[in-house]
């Protein structure tokens, strides 16, 4: 039996897998089974009213778990599907309540990583799927995370090296009339509005659905993270070295070595690699052990929307 054939059989069984997507790695579970479910939450510590995103094989399965699905929709996932995109639509009667947070929507997407897909098909149905990671902390982009965040709880991970995006999908509401990005990812509004043919709102409001990863605090190391405007980091770091605080930069640019107090981690200039790096950076800051983490904000512009929102998210929890 493979490795696949045995997450497939776990996830039949019950129980959760961690597996590999282009975006991070998600913990997995059975998204018809409640008690499965109910797994996700409890490894985490999720809180029960925040929803969980449905893994699909293909696109076909869309009717099985969504209704009232617009044509923008069909258009939306035969442009970008397998990809990084999540969409939200009109909940089927069938998905269980624990899947989302007891709204009347769903959260469905199909992950573009060659191993999650494999999975998927042998399982034949959807899997609930959030990142592996516990709530509000970093997450996973490879296996060895996934192990050193859950050691032995979660008993079988797959291992599909990297993942190639390195933060979460864009989450794309299309259960009303108004198309919203209810999550930026690197999936932008400009290229989902070429085949939407409008550009899709940015946030949400009181009325919009509640959908993971839009919590004030969320993907947070444990080290204190401070997010700071560039032409304010040269102050930032000298007033926290000045307080006898060891300190961890992620910036544009190199600075004189020389001060063990500093470690300086330079930051790429591309949003994509950025994001890439982002979440493996954060947990090796935290494995540093410093005091502080001072990072530039990064450059203003759509290109660096999800990366300046996951920041903003991170610093907002590590605190």
């Known amino acids: 039996m493979t490795d696949v054939s045995r997450a497939a059989a776990a996830l039949r069984a019950g129980e959760l897998v961690a597996f590999p997507t282009e975006t991070v790695y998600g913990l997995g579970a059975d998204a018809s ?8 939450f409890a490894a985490k510590g999720r ?5 969980l995103i449905v893994h699909l094989p293909d696109a076909s399965h869309l009717a099985r778990w969504a209704v009232e699905i617009p044509e ?31 709204q009347d929507t769903v959260g469905l997407r199909v992950p573009n990583h060659p191993l999650a897909l494999q999975l998927l098909r042998e399982f034949g149905g959807g899997v609930a799927a959030p990142s592996a990671n516990r709530f509000g902390h970093v997450s996973p982009t490879t296996a ?3 192990r050193d965040e859950f050691g032995a709880a979660v008993g079988i991970v797959l291992d599909g090296g990297p993942s190639d995006v390195g933060i979460e999908s864009t989450i794309l509401d299309l259960s009303s009339a108004v198309p919203r990005i209810l999550r930026p990812g690197m999936l932008d509004a400009a290229t989902l509005a070429s085949v939407l043919g409008e550009l899709p709102r940015p946030g949400g409001n009181v009325e919009a659905p ?3 990863g839009s919590l004030e605090s969320h993907y947070a190391p444990t080290t204190p993270l401070r997010l700071v405007a560039d032409v304010e980091l040269d102050t930032a770091l000298r007033e926290a070295l000045g307080r006898g605080l060891s300190v961890v930069v992620l910036a544009p640019g190199a600075t004189a070595a020389g001060n063990p107090k500093l470690f300086w981690q330079v930051s790429s200039t591309d949003p994509a690699q ?3 790096d982002l979440y493996a950076n954060l947990r090796r800051f935290d494995e540093l ?11 203003a512009g759509e290109a660096w929307c999800a990366v300046a929102d996951r920041l903003r998210r991170a610093a907002a929890g590590a605190k």
């Not at 089974?33 to 996700?40: D, L, Q, S, Y």
């Not at 809180?47 to 929803?51: E, G, L, S, T």
């Not at 639509?89 to 947070?101: N, Q, Y």
């Not at 052990?289 to 450059?299: E, F, K, Q, S, V």
């Open 144 to 146: 060895a995370h996934v």
């Open 33 to 40: 089974n409640p008690a499965a479910v109910a797994r996700i």
């Open 47 to 51: 809180p029960a009213d925040h929803p």
């Open 289 to 299: 052990r410093r005091d502080l983490i001072l990072i530039a904000a990064p450059p």
């Open 210 to 212: 509640r959908v993971s």
């Open 72 to 102: 923008s929709a069909h258009r939306i996932t035969a442009a970008f599907w397998p990809g990084p995109l999540t969409l939200i639509l009109k909940r089927h009667s069938a998905v269980i309540d624990a899947i989302t947070g007891g």
């Open 274 to 276: 950025y994001a890439h």
